[in-house]
């Protein structure tokens, strides 16, 4: 056998196993659903639609004027109900059950879902692998993230294109004045127990200050950190520690003063971060500054009537996340190659990652880009105009890989809703709730209507 000859049958054997490998590794994609006339996309409310605009479309703009945008040609149909009363799961369920049959124009081919329900759409038939679709590099997402968008047999059902690591966010002008000093890294330390921010809140209040906007603004940092699931594998609901001692503290602050008793989302408390505010915190992710911080940002390029470079961020008194979306592919949608463009998008592709951080103060689901983000305001000086300038990017990047998600279930945002909707009756004195026994008891009667599999603690 010549040398020649050998040397072509070596290289032949690992070509051949190479493809061997290859075919029976992680390789899974499978024949997608193509051709749709029209890319149907299921939502709760616009944000998504605007960074789709911006980044992926053909269009590249986010411009009211445009009345159709496009993805490779195909028309993009946005339905958006909002979340109010279960309202978009109720709509979005409907579509799913149905979506096989439906014609094109009502085809569901991807839907976007949030952290509280997630695991409702991953265990299910409904929604695809998105690895057999060819989104298959998670190799810079946060571990939590991918962990909420698996189902229980392991297999990626979702993706996120945002990391929610959250905060809490103060008034540097509240701090010096109270506290006598402003910067982050002098106030972390007076606020980084629940003693300690106790103790503040006492502060704020002799000189004429509410601590919180709201009874719930502390709320998520409890829940989110939870030391077991709503309901246990008996289906029997159990209250998480943690929201115990949530529901502790806000009575205490809400008699004593401490924060005013508005709801989380509500006015009453939006407008608080408006000049002449006298709300010292908040808590939230990166999000939380566009979505509910409009106030702060006031008007024109002056911020007139905000307090806009007034706030700075802080991890507070624990660490925790909040919210996010995750996208998913519905089994029967008929655009499967047009969503996986729109996953890889906001998963790996560094440039429309890197916009979304700088332009939209988003904090991404890629560890690379936000790393080097932060690294580039570090070193130009950088950093987020309502934080004065602040590099907040840095601070979510010190707090990211320290998410953990590990008693996630089906029913938390039934739970989580409902709870603080029989409290804060009780923190008002309404005249049917008016003891926090009443209050829970109102919580698990309203839980067991929506699932009356569930056990109520006796």
Not at 27 to 32: I, R, V
Not at 37 to 53: D, K, L
Not at 94 to 120: C, H, Q
Not at 265 to 288: H, L, N, R, S
């Amino acid at each position: 056998m010549s040398k020649l000859f050998k040397r072509f049958m070596a290289v032949a054997l690992v070509v051949v196993l190479a493809f061997v490998f290859v075919g029976c590794g992680k390789d899974k994609k499978a024949d997608l659903n193509d051709g749709g006339a029209v890319f149907h996309i299921y939502a709760w409310n616009t944000e998504f639609q605007g960074f789709f605009n911006k980044y992926v479309s053909d269009e590249k703009k986010n411009d009211p004027s445009i009345e159709t945008y496009h993805l490779d040609g195909v028309p993009v149909k946005w339905t958006i109900t909002t979340s109010d009363n279960g309202a978009y799961q109720n709509a979005l369920d409907m579509a799913l059950r149905e979506n096989e049959t439906a014609n094109e124009d009502n085809k569901v081919d991807m839907f976007l879902a949030e952290a509280d329900y997630i695991l409702k759409y991953v265990n299910t038939s409904l929604t695809k692998d998105i690895e057999t679709i060819g989104v298959d590099d998670f190799s810079e997402a946060y571990q939590y993230t991918i962990d909420i968008g698996t189902d229980r047999t392991n297999v990626i059902k979702a993706a996120s294109f945002q990391c929610c690591p959250a905060g809490m966010v103060y008034r540097r002008s509240i701090a010096q004045e109270v506290l006598g000093k402003s910067e982050p890294a002098d106030v972390q330390p007076l606020v980084d127990s629940w003693a300690k921010f106790e103790a503040v809140a006492a502060q704020m209040k002799a000189k004429g200050y509410y601590m919180t906007g709201s009874y719930a603004d502390t709320y998520r940092v409890f829940s989110n950190n939870a030391d077991k699931a709503w309901v246990d594998e008996n289906k029997n609901i159990q209250i998480p520690t943690p929201v115990n001692t949530w529901m502790t503290q806000a009575e205490k602050f809400v008699k004593e003063g401490y924060t005013k008793t508005e709801g989380v989302w509500d006015g009453g408390k939006t407008i608080e971060f408006a000049e002449g505010g006298k709300v010292f915190c908040t808590f939230g992710p990166a999000w939380y500054y566009n979505f509910c911080m409009g106030t702060a940002m006031g008007t024109g390029d002056n911020h007139e009537g905000g307090t806009y470079g007034d706030w700075a961020l802080i991890a507070g008194p624990q660490a925790y996340f909040w919210g996010g979306t995750w996208l998913l592919c519905p089994s029967a949608g008929s655009n499967d190659s047009l969503v996986s463009k729109t996953m890889n998008a906001f998963l790996n592709d560094e440039e429309v990652i890197e916009k979304l951080v700088k332009e939209d103060s988003q904090f991404s689901n890629n560890k690379k880009v936000n790393a080097k983000v932060a690294a580039d305001y570090e070193t130009e000086g950088k950093g987020n105009g309502l934080l004065k300038g602040q590099n907040d990017t840095k601070v979510w990047v010190e707090m990211a890989d320290s998410i953990q998600v590990k008693y996630s279930t089906i029913y938390d945002q039934q739970c989580n809703e409902g709870l603080q909707t029989a409290f804060v009756k009780f923190l008002k004195n309404d005249e049917e709730i008016n003891t926090k026994a009443k209050a829970l008891a109102d919580f698990f009667a309203d839980l067991q209507k929506a699932f009356p599999n569930l056990v109520v603690p006796k």
